[in-house]
């Protein structure tokens, strides 16, 4: 596998296993995350399976969820 950048085509990840939250609509409003084999987690939407998929650190990933969790996004869904 080549070097992972941000905004890659999804296609260059074609041999992680893609998953969505239960909590995901059925209509392809999906966010789904992919573990990497450099420890990275990749990021797409579903509705562009192709890409691009951006590509963060685990504690990246740890800072976004526990700010969710703490509610500092919530004014974007309000």
């Known amino acids: 596998m080549s070097e992972i950048q941000n905004?890659?085509?999804a296609q260059v990840l074609s041999d992680v296993a893609w998953?969505?939250?239960?909590?995901?609509?059925a209509v392809g409003n999906c966010v789904e995350v992919?573990?990497?084999?450099d420890g990275g987690i990749a990021v797409r939407n579903?509705?562009?399976p192709d890409g691009p998929a951006l590509v963060y650190t685990?504690?990246?990933?740890?800072?976004?969820?526990h700010g969710a969790k703490d509610g500092e996004f919530d004014d974007l869904i309000a």
Do not use: C, D
């Open 58 to 65: 685990r504690e990246e990933i740890a800072a976004f969820v």
């Open 34 to 37: 992919a573990s990497l084999i």
């Open 46 to 48: 579903s509705r562009f």
């Open 7 to 9: 905004g890659v085509p």
């Open 19 to 25: 998953r969505k939250s239960r909590y995901s609509g």
